[in-house]
Every structure is written in structure tokens, then in C-alpha cells.
């Protein structure tokens, strides 16, 4: 087999034995990627990273800032996820610089073209802000950041832009615990 893939949580990378099957071939009936290898080794040298490799990246990041950053977190919504597709964000913030701080939730979804294409994220808090439409969607063309999506920006800048948006949104928002 010529395919690489990821051993461990660790994100080493090991290569099939020759004149093997590969175990993650053989559990699929068809010969398409299962978004845990990829066809050829990762091409390190022009710098690019594989998705897994990058959002295995992200995880730990989260988890180390865990303790530093009470108001933004960050983590996979189950960690059953061998994807990494589904996250959950939270982030503390007061409503255009008012004193009524709030927990706001969000879903990020990391698509199969991250971390070239922005993720898709939703406020399942309902919120009153520019950018955000009347299902919680967030509009990526109102965020300088995911505007200017660029593959080296991460899910928790994501985050952090969007509580500075936070910051300038109208101080009158829907009842706490409002959700979508």
C-alpha cells in the first residue's frame, strides 16, 4: 500500500508495510480516501500541512490554552470526530462594550477543503450582530478575518474575531439562553 496515515493522536506518520493491505483500506469497500490518509506522503517541503495534521494541531492548542483563556474555548464536539469536522466554540463577551457579560455558543464545521476554504460557523446563541443572519449563520464576508481566510489562520482566530465583533454589536440582544 501507498498510503499514509496517522498512527496515533500523536500525528506521527507511518507507511504500510509493502506487499501489504492497509488495515484502513481494507475496512472500506472502495479505494477513496477516508480523510485519514492520503495518497501520497504530505509534501512538507512546500510547506503545506495536511488537514488532519493541522487540526490535530488546533485540538491540542485548545486544550493547552484551555487554562490561559477563560474567555474563548474551543474543542471537537465529540471525540469520536476522526475527521475533526465538528466543533464547538464558546466565547465570553459583553454586547457592544456593555457590563451584561454572556456565554455565547457557536458551531464550527471544519469542511473537507479546510484549512484552504474558512470553516462554516453558527451562533446557536441567538445573538444580534452585523454579519450573523436570522439563523445564526455567520457571514464570512462581514469578518475581516474569515474574509481574508488565509490556510496559517486557525479556528480560535476565527474565535477571537468574532469576539471583537461581539464587542461592537448592539447592546440590545435577544433573552439569555435564546437559542437557533
Known amino acids: 500500500c501507498t498510503c499514509w496515515h496517522l498512527t496515533s493522536l500523536q500525528a506521527s506518520l507511518s507507511r504500510c508495510p509493502p506487499s501489504t493491505v492497509c488495515p484502513l483500506q481494507r475496512a472500506r469497500p472502495a479505494p ?24 490535530l494541531d488546533e485540538l491540542e492548542d485548545a486544550e493547552r490554552s484551555q487554562e490561559g483563556m477563560a474567555d474563548i474555548s474551543l474543542g471537537l464536539v465529540t471525540l469520536e470526530d476522526t475527521l475533526m469536522n465538528n466543533w464547538q466554540g ?3 463577551q459583553a454586547a457592544g462594550g456593555g457590563s451584561d457579560v454572556r456565554v455565547w455558543f ?3 464545521v471544519a469542511g473537507p477543503d479546510y ?7 453558527k451562533f446557536t446563541s441567538k445573538i444580534n450582530m452585523t454579519g450573523v443572519d436570522s439563523k445564526g449563520n455567520v457571514d464570512p464576508s462581514k469578518i475581516a478575518y474569515l474574509k481574508d481566510w488565509q490556510p496559517s489562520n486557525t479556528l480560535k ?13 448592539p447592546r440590545s440582544q435577544p433573552e439569555d439562553g435564546e437559542t437557533y
Open 32 to 55: 477513496a480516501p477516508c480523510g485519514r490518509h492520503t495518497p501520497s506522503p504530505p509534501d512538507m517541503a512546500a510547506g503545506s500541512v495536511p488537514r488532519n495534521f493541522k487540526l
Open 157 to 169: 482566530g476565527a474565535l477571537t474575531a468574532i469576539k471583537a465583533a461581539i464587542g461592537s454589536a
Open 106 to 108: 457557536l458551531s464550527l
Open 90 to 92: 464558546t466565547i465570553v
Open 115 to 121: 484549512p484552504t476554504q474558512c470553516p462554516t460557523i
